[in-house]
């Protein structure tokens, strides 16, 4: 009973190829994040969506797509996938609101790119 | 350009005393704050926040300071046991909603 649950929880692949990274929340909550973690170790954040509508987009390579088919779901595709895309992506919803920004966070996804 | 920073890496302290994780920031227009402690393989979960208005807000074992005029946060935690051995992870937010978070400080208990 995942309150956010992603899938894969390992992404092994070649560059060039083109994956899904697949999230859902039952948390009820209106707003969904990527997350990326670096080999730094830094965790920064990609994509935010609040009730399906994009409303966080930072400066991510526009092979990275994000997916909302309802505001449980938040999918991520990543085309023509480098060696630098190789990460633990962390998917993570909220409540939203002022002061009310804490996240839940699934447990991650190892994208490995060789 | 990190506008949050957790300049210890590691931290280790014995069971049953206080463990004391630094975090410092730029932004001086970030005014809510929050911890979060992350085991292996799991994603991070929020332990406790605080926001620009407070100097202190307490949950348990763990307490959060807040300096603003120092830009400086930190979280006690005590007493300290084996499990709260993690990384854990200091953030802000400012009006963009937008958290921005340290590189994680990992915090190792002996029993």
């Known amino acids: 009973d995942t309150a956010v649950s992603q899938t894969p929880k390992y992404l092994v692949t070649q560059m060039g190829n083109d994956k899904s990274i697949k999230c859902e929340q039952n948390?009820?909550?209106?707003?969904m994040y990527w997350y990326k973690q670096d080999s730094k170790k830094f965790l920064k954040i990609m994509f935010s969506?609040?009730?399906?509508?994009?409303?966080i987009n930072e400066t991510v390579p526009n092979r990275f797509s994000p997916k909302s088919p309802d505001k449980a779901h938040l999918n991520l595709h990543i085309n023509s996938l480098e060696l630098g895309d190789s990460a633990v992506y962390f998917c993570?919803?909220?409540?939203?609101?002022?002061?009310?920004?804490?996240?839940?966070f699934g447990s991650g996804t190892q994208l490995s790119v060789l | 350009d990190q506008q949050v920073k957790q300049n210890s890496p590691s931290l280790s302290v014995q069971e049953g005393r206080i463990s004391i994780l630094n975090c410092d920031y730029t932004?001086?227009?970030?005014?809510?704050f929050l911890w979060y402690k992350k085991y292996p393989a799991e994603g991070p979960t929020f332990l406790i926040s605080i926001s620009s208005i407070k100097d202190k807000n307490e949950d348990g074992r763990f307490t959060v300071f807040l300096n603003k005029s120092a830009k400086h946060l930190s979280l006690h935690i005590v007493p300290s046991q084996p499990g709260d051995s993690a990384v854990y992870f200091c953030?802000?937010?400012?009006?963009?909603?937008?958290?921005?978070f340290g590189k994680g400080t990992l915090l190792t208990v002996n029993p």
């Open positions: 953030a802000a937010m400012g009006s963009n909603y937008k958290l921005t």
């Open positions: 993570a919803s909220s409540q939203g609101g002022r002061f009310n920004e804490k996240l839940f």
């Open positions: 932004n001086s227009m970030f005014d809510y």
């Open positions: 969506y609040n009730n399906k509508e994009l409303i």
């Open positions: 948390l009820g909550h209106d707003t």
